[in-house]
C-alpha cells in the first residue's frame, strides 16, 4: 500500500529533549512538508524540502531541524530551543498539486 | 499576507438537515482552493480542488463551490459519519506549492 508513515503516534518529551519524529513515504514524491496543528488554528509549515538534500523553513522553524537524505525520509526534530512543543505534527508529501498527510504524531511535553 | 478564514467554527446539525460552510480567502493570485476532512487524531483526508471562479465538483453528500473571494462546502442530507472537522486551505502566488490553511468547520451531524 503507498502512502505516508508517520512515527510514533504518541511522543512524550521532557523538558530540555530533543526528538525526533519520522515520516517515510513510499509514493514517490519530490515534495515533502511538515506541519504543526494546535486546537482553533490552521495548520502552520514548519519546513518543506522540494528535492533531496534541500529543504526550506516555513512560518515558523524556530526550534526545529530537519534534513532529507534520501527521497523518502524526511524527519523533524524538535530541539529543546522550542518552548511550546506540544501539538499535533503532520507530515504530507505532494505531486502536481495532490497532497497527502500521514496520520500524524502527537507530541505532549511532561 | 495571505489569509483564510473559516465559518462557522462548529456546526452541529440533525441527520438529514442540509447546510453550508464557509471559507473566506485573501490572497494574491490564486492557484488552488483545497477541502480535506480530517477526523480526531487523524490526518487530513483529500476532498477537493478547485481552480477557478464559478468552479463546482462534487462527492456523495458534499459539493464544493469557488467564488473570487469564498468557497462553499454544501453538505445535502447529512449522515452521522459526515462527522467531522472540514479544512480549506489555499495555493497562492505568494507561497507556490505551499497551503495556507484555514482554522476548520467541527461538523457533528446527529442521529
Known amino acids: 500500500d503507498g502512502g505516508i508513515t508517520q512515527s510514533p503516534k504518541y511522543l512524550f518529551r521532557k523538558e530540555g529533549q530533543n526528538v525526533t519524529l519520522s515520516c517515510e513515504q513510499n509514493?514517490?514524491?519530490?515534495?515533502m512538508y511538515w506541519y504543526r496543528q494546535d486546537p482553533g488554528q490552521g495548520l502552520r509549515l514548519i519546513y518543506y524540502s522540494q528535492i533531496v538534500n534541500d529543504f526550506q523553513k516555513g512560518d515558523i522553524a524556530e526550534g526545529y531541524s530537519v534534513s532529507r537524505e534520501k527521497k523518502e525520509s524526511f524527519p523533524l526534530t524538535v530541539t529543546s530551543a522550542q518552548k511550546n512543543p506540544t501539538a499535533f505534527y503532520l507530515c504530507?508529501?505532494?505531486?502536481?498539486?495532490?497532497?497527502?498527510f500521514g496520520q500524524g504524531t502527537r507530541l505532549t511535553v511532561v | 499576507e495571505d489569509q483564510v478564514t473559516q465559518s462557522p467554527e462548529a456546526l452541529r446539525l440533525q441527520e438529514g438537515e442540509s447546510s453550508s460552510l464557509n471559507c473566506s480567502y485573501t490572497v494574491s493570485g490564486l492557484r488552488g482552493l483545497f477541502w480535506y476532512r480530517q477526523d480526531p487524531g487523524k490526518g487530513p483526508e483529500f476532498l477537493f480542488t478547485?481552480?477557478?471562479a464559478g468552479e463546482e465538483k462534487e462527492k456523495e453528500r458534499l459539493k464544493a463551490t469557488l467564488t473570487k473571494k469564498e468557497s462553499f462546502l454544501h453538505i445535502t442530507a447529512p449522515k452521522p459519519e459526515d462527522s467531522a472537522t472540514y479544512l480549506c486551505a489555499v495555493q497562492s502566488d505568494n507561497y507556490g506549492q505551499n497551503f495556507v490553511f484555514g482554522p476548520g468547520t467541527r461538523l457533528s451531524v446527529l442521529p
Open positions: 509514493l514517490n514524491h519530490d515534495a
Open positions: 478547485l481552480y477557478s
Open positions: 504530507a508529501s505532494s505531486i502536481n498539486r495532490e497532497t497527502f
